[in-house]
């Protein structure tokens, strides 16, 4: 480990944040965390009810761009009768993309560490059953080699595709089970139901991505927390400083430089300063006339993603299911591309999630929707029947199986949707000094991965 005794501030304690302070520690900087709220991990926060006041769980959704518009039953009464004890809920759906980008094991294996990880291959929901795997060896013999060559392009074809729309490309080569792939595969690879927003480039390296690695989706035993609080452990331990319940006010720029940031409790001057903040609101921190017009008008037009979500919890489910994730695509929903893709997991059904009482089997399962459908009640309820419907399709007795069923809404899942009309921003800012992580800034991946790959990415420039 290098000393290079240089201090660093970073803004927010989310998976980008941790990820940058470990790593930044790790390198021999003095590193502090400042986080607004009383817990690390942002939107890589699991709920459990039985350390954690339950009332608090649609506030808490609030505080991170979320509602909880349904419930089975109604929400009083999920309280009254303690209906969610010895259960751990994420905010909403989570399963990390697998294959090469799939970097937090890489990151605890610095730290000599690892975080257990279920994994899944991704199966298909059909009218009346699944395939599990999507793909078939037969389908991949048929029609890999239609699309092989792109797939394993270079960067620089890669790049060619980078603003080619998914909606050209499919009506190129998509055919049969093919058109099926592409159609279902670059929806769930950036959470957005429009194909004409979906860059081919960006398709076709998440699709090489998975070709090597994990599995394509994983699960940390435990849920998402298992990840933050294992880095902000690390953190502590290695004389990093986590201040919580300390929100940062203002960004200190001088001249095209950073100085330090300030809360409540006054200025404190930093050689670095990393904003982990969602990338929108940097501008409440920082002046905007220290970065130049196209990067302000840039960063202040990115849109994020959404979706509605769906916890059920059952007490029996076919073990033909268990530990396996499933893709769905429900045509003509009258939402922004009229298709909706979205997923239903039993990885967290598995006894060994550890997420669920004995005797109860915890199904998570998400539907794709701008940000705006997100909010917008009628929307929502048709996709909380493509939810519902798709689950139906798998276990068609779910009714009778039902404990539970929690309903969160979300609309920032990615902080910024990576799509052609999104530029990211990159890690490095305009201001020297100033730096970002998280889902919100140009990295591999999206959600957590991206997060991850940011720090990492930072690592190797200070
Ligand atoms: C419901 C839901 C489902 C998701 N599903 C998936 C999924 O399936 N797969 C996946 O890979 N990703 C998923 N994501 C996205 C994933 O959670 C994020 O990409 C990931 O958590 C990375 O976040 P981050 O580090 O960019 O920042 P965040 O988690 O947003 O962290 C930012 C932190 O900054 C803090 N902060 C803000 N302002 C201040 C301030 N002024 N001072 C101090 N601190 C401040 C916040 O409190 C927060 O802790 C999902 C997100 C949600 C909400």
């Not at 599990?132 to 394993?152: A, G």
């Not at 194909?195 to 994990?214: A, D, P, Y």
Request: charged fraction near 25%.
């Amino acid at each position: 480990m290098v000393k290079k005794g240089l201090s660093v501030g970073v803004v927010g304690a989310g998976i980008g944040g941790l990820t940058a302070a470990t790593l930044l520690l790790r390198k021999g900087f003095d590193v502090t965390v400042f986080e607004k709220e009383a817990f690390v991990g942002g939107r890589a926060l699991s709920f459990d009810p039985s350390s954690q006041d339950l009332a608090e769980y649609r506030n808490l959704l609030s505080k991170f761009n979320m509602s909880l518009p349904f419930s089975e039953p109604d929400w009083d009464t999920i309280l009254s009768k303690k209906l969610l004890s010895g259960y751990t809920l994420d905010l909403g759906f989570h399963a990390i993309g697998g294959g090469a980008a799939s970097n937090i094991n890489q990151v605890f294996s610095e730290l000599k560490d690892h975080v257990d990880m279920l994994e899944s291959k991704l199966g298909y929901i059909m009218e009346q059953d699944f395939n599990y795997p999507f793909l078939s060896m037969f389908d991949k013999i048929r029609i890999l080699p239609d699309i092989l060559h792109l797939v394993l392009s270079g960067e620089s074809t890669m790049k060619k595709l980078d603003n080619v729309s998914m909606m050209e490309t499919i009506e190129r080569y998509g055919k049969g089970k093919m058109r099926l792939v592409l159609e279902v595969f670059s929806r769930v690879i950036t959470t957005v139901n429009d194909l004409s927003r979906i860059s081919t480039g960006e398709t076709f390296r998440s699709l090489k991505n998975l070709l090597s690695g994990s599995n394509p989706v994983g699960y940390p035993v435990g849920g998402l927390k298992s990840i933050s609080l294992k880095l902000a452990d690390f953190i502590r331990q290695n004389g990093g400083i986590i201040r919580l319940n300390t929100p940062v006010k203002k960004i200190v720029v001088d001249e095209n430089r950073v100085k330090g940031v300030l809360t409540d409790e006054g200025e404190q001057g930093f050689d670095v300063v990393v904003s982990n903040v969602l990338v929108q609101n940097l501008f409440k921190f920082v002046d905007k006339k220290s970065f130049p017009d196209s990067y302000v008008n840039n960063v202040e037009s990115l849109t994020g993603t959404g979706s509605l979500c769906a916890y059920y919890s059952l007490d029996k489910v076919d073990p033909r299911l268990i530990g396996k994730t499933f893709l769905f695509i429900e045509r003509g929903v009258g939402v922004e591309g009229d298709d909706a893709v979205g997923m239903i997991d039993f990885m967290t059904a598995s006894p060994y999630s550890g997420l669920a009482p004995e005797h109860g089997f915890l199904v998570q399962s998400y539907v794709i929707c701008t940000p705006d459908e997100a909010k917008n009640k009628e929307v929502l309820l048709r996709l909380r029947e493509v939810l519902d419907k798709n689950l139906w399709r798998l276990i068609p007795d779910f009714r009778e199986r039902l404990r539970w069923a929690v309903y969160p809404a979300v609309w920032h899942l990615d902080g910024v949707a990576k799509t052609i009309d999104n530029v990211k921003p990159g890690v490095k800012t305009p201001v020297n000094g100033l730096y970002l992580v998280g889902d919100c800034v140009k990295a591999p991946g999206i959600g957590v991965n991206c997060a991850v790959n940011s720090a990492r990415m930072l690592q190797t420039m200070l």
